[in-house]
T-cell receptor, first 119, second 110 residues
């Protein structure tokens, strides 16, 4: 299947700093990527839909000025957590569909996830 | 709207069977099933499309009842490796994001 890669897999930062997480589609072009957040023992919650060449679409309750999303190319979307605080500590996962033959039925491919810890 | 999964948790002995259910109040295009191990990303199991279908590989299968907007995941002759949290994700169309249920924690013990 199609491959989605995230970096970094783990990051620890001090409160007030910004952290950037990268999501790449390695063998396909993704005009749309989805960012999810997962708190311990909870479900994956959709944060935003990243659209190549245009603004991201944020879910209700997600602060767009805090979680900056940039989808500058067909293979890269970035999520920047600005002025991070301990409550932002979570598991962030990106995902994408292969518009070609990789996911003809709409299968969603996930990155490995990025665990953010804010001290 | 978040699909409803049941049960929330289940404990099995090796070789036993389990059924995990997922239901939605909205019309669905597809239902996706994933398994997640602690600290890891979800792993895709299978996808079922509207029109009602059943799928399976190895000892894991699933069905989708389009009329009832319900899907069930069947785990037969469970193995220790089946332990994890199972999520169903639902989509309204082929290019919309998935909305996930709260998950079902499955523990298989020897």
């Amino acid at each position: 299947g199609a491959v989605v890669s995230q970096h970094p897999s783990r990051v620890i930062c001090k409160s007030g700093t910004s952290v950037k997480i990268e999501c790449r589609s390695l063998d396909f072009q993704a005009t749309t990527m989805f960012w999810y957040r997962q708190f311990p023992k909870q479900s994956l919650m959709l944060m935003a839909t990243s659209n190549e060449g245009s603004k991201a679409t944020y879910e209700q309750g997600v602060e767009k000025d805090k979680f900056l999303i940039n989808h500058a190319s067909l293979t890269l979307s970035t999520l920047t957590v600005t002025s991070a605080h301990p409550e932002d500590s979570s598991f962030y996962i990106c995902s994408a569909r292969d518009p070609g033959e990789g996911s003809p039925t709409g299968e969603l491919f996930f990155g490995e996830g990025s665990r953010l810890t804010v001290l | 709207q978040q699909p409803v999964q049941s049960p929330q948790a289940v404990i099995l002995r090796e070789g036993e069977d389990a059924v995990i259910n997922c239901s939605s109040s909205k019309a669905l295009y597809s239902v996706h099933w994933y398994r997640q191990k602690h600290g890891e990303a979800p792993v895709f199991l299978m996808i079922l499309l509207k029109g009602g279908e059943q799928k399976g590989h190895d000892k894991i299968s699933a069905s989708f009842n389009e009329k009832k907007q319900q899907s069930s995941l069947y785990l037969t002759a469970s193995q220790l490796s089946y332990s994890g949290t199972y999520f169903c994700g639902t989509a309204k169309s082929g290019n919309t994001p998935l909305v996930f249920g709260k998950g079902t924690r499955l523990s298989v013990i020897a």
